[in-house]
Each structure stands twice: as C-alpha cells, then as structure tokens.
C-alpha cells in the first residue's frame, strides 16, 4: 500500500467520504467496506477512525455530502414563482444526469444502509424540496400561470415524479427525454393553464 502524504483534518475527511461515495457508486453499498475505503486513500483502517468514530460516521458524512450537492443544484428562494420551479426542474434533471453518486440518494439500498438520524435527514431534505416546489405552484396558479383544475399538491407529486423518471429505464435511456430540457419541455405542458376547447 503507498503511504498516503499527511493531510489536514477537513481535507482527510472529505477523502474518506469521496472514497465511500465512489466505491458506492461503482460496487453498490453492500460491497462498502472500511478496509476498502482505507487502501482507496492510501492509509490504514485504524487511521480511518481518527477522522470518523465509525462506519456509521462515514455513512452519515457521506449522505450529508450528497444531501449538500443536491441544495447547491436548487435554485434561491428569490426567483419569481415561475422561474423557480422551472430552475428547480432543470436544476435537478441535470445532477442527476450529470453525477452519478447523487443518485445514491434515490437507490432504496443506500438509504436503508444509512444510520437512522442520516435517513431521517434524507426524508427531510426530500420533503422540504417537495413543500418548496408546492408553495411555488401554489403562487404560479394564483398567478394564473399554472392550472387550477388540480391541487397544487397534485402537480407537485408528478413533477418530482417526472423528474426522479430520469434514473429509471426505460424513460432514462430514451434520448429525447434524458435531458433537462426535454423534462422541462414535458413539466411545463403538464402544468399550463388549457385553453377552453371551442365550441363548435
């Protein structure tokens, strides 16, 4: 094993979570091993727990760091209600195109190896993106900008429903549908106000 060059505290940390997220990401979390996650970064398993108490530790800091990426891809609370949910869509079509270990966090096999304060965290971080994306269809239908004829809550559930169709095939290996644009382009002829039909 090559000897691994000193680092500081934060820096070590956030290579042992990288480490656990891409052997996660490659071999599945059953595969997820402190030894292994050790020989990735060049160091004993003991020095591990230098930087972390346990597996358990490890798991968290890992879900804590998908659950960090996740926020940084929505967008500010300041955007028009409209805008948002359209860069709310977007935003999370594209990580979860573009980086494989934040799909980690919608794989019931990760979730469940997670410690039970790091599930709760996951749970609620989910919820609130939902309630989030609620209240902003709520202000675009009083707008008129969204239609009426459902629950603001309704169409929120078929978003993300939309959205998270992008990690499971067949949808997610059509390419006129694995883009954000694509998603968008379907998000937003589900939530626009329909014209009456015509009487003839």
Partial sequence: MRKAMRLPTSERRKQIVQAG?????????S????????????????????????????LRAMADEL?????????????PPWAWIEAFVMGRVRIL????????????????????????????AFLR???????????????GRVRADLEAHELAAAVVGLVQAVLHPPLADLPEWNTPEAVW????????????????
């Fill in 21 to 29: 997220l891409e052997l996660c990401r490659r071999y599945g979390i």
């Fill in 31 to 58: 595969s997820l091993r402190t030894e292994k996650i050790a020989r990735k970064i060049g160091v004993t398993p003991g020095a591990l727990f230098r930087h972390f108490p346990s597996k358990a530790a490890i």
């Fill in 67 to 79: 659950l960090d990426r996740l926020e940084r891809a929505t967008p500010p609370d300041d955007l």
């Fill in 97 to 124: 195109k573009e980086d494989p270990e934040v799909r980690l966090l919608f794989s019931d096999g990760f979730l469940v190896a997670l410690p039970e304060e790091a599930q709760d965290d996951v749970h609620r």
């Fill in 129 to 143: 993106a939902w309630e989030r994306l609620n209240e902003r269809i709520r202000a675009a239908q009083a707008q």
């Fill in 185 to 200: 382009a379907t998000t937003q002829d589900l939530l626009t106000v329909r014209e009456p039909a015509a009487r003839s």
